[in-house]
């Protein structure tokens, strides 16, 4: 399995790009800010076909490039259906400072287009996409429709002999020695705790984790060391 990941231009979100093999239909998670431009190079220079957008959730750090994205490549975007109300008018909901901050960054004000095609899926669903069978895991919390995708297999450069058995792409639920917020509106402390303890927990450590911001981890590290799971 191929996975391409790099950081957004802002707030350090994580983007990938993940595929059976170079060649091939890909799925590109959680476009944030600034990405357009570097996928579209990394499409081209892998021979890749892109099928689908994927979105952990729908603030605006993991969706900003939907649109365009979604466009460049006559795609729809995916996201669970709890979060679908935030493709709407996204920018209506973000703080005026944010705004400000992001015009002076890029030299031009923000701007938003909701995607022309979106797609919602539920919870505890398989997606078949890009010949690869993506295990949506509805994790709330950070956000109410925040979801986890996991593969089987792991990435080609990690290797057979790494022990791991499994890949999931955690969004803002879980990150290497912490957990994603819950004061946004639409987080619940009550519902994190859940997730966590029924959603993640409940993974095989063998599991490769790559979370929405900061390096990759494995649940059975974060089992052992992550502070926030320690009570679970």
């Not at 400072?97 to 960054?105: A, I, Y």
């Not at 996409?129 to 593969?151: K, N, Q, Y």
Request: with cysteine; glycine share 12%; proline share 6%.
């Amino acid at each position: 399995m191929l996975v391409i990941g790099f950081p957004a231009a802002s707030f350090g979100t994580n983007c990938f790009l993940v595929a059976a093999a170079q060649g091939e239909e890909c799925l590109i998670i959680d476009p944030g800010i600034g990405v357009a431009e570097r996928v579209t190079e990394l499409v081209t220079q892998f021979r890749l076909r892109p099928a689908a957008v994927l979105l952990t959730h729908g603030h605006i750090d993991h969706t900003y490039s939907v649109t365009p994205v979604c466009g460049a490549h006559g795609v729809a975007a995916h996201i669970h259906g709890a979060d679908r109300y935030r493709l709407s008018d996204a920018l209506a909901r973000v703080d005026p400072e944010l705004l400000f901050m992001l015009g002076q960054q890029f030299g031009k004000p923000a701007t938003w287009r909701d995607p022309d095609d979106v797609v919602e899926f539920g919870s505890g669903v398989d997606l078949f996409l890009a010949g690869l069978t993506v295990h949506a895991i509805h994790a709330p919390g950070h956000t109410e429709g925040s979801a986890m995708f996991r593969l089987d297999g792991v990435p080609d450069a990690i290797g057979a002999d790494s022990g791991l058995e499994a890949t999931l792409i955690a969004g803002d639920v879980l990150f290497a020695g912490g957990i994603g917020r819950t004061d946004l509106p639409g987080g619940s402390d009550a519902d994190m705790t859940t997730s966590l303890r029924d959603t993640v927990l409940t993974q095989r450590d063998e599991t490769l984790v790559l979370p929405g911001h900061g390096p990759a981890t494995t649940i059975g590290r974060e089992r052992a060391a992550n502070p926030f799971l320690q009570h679970l």
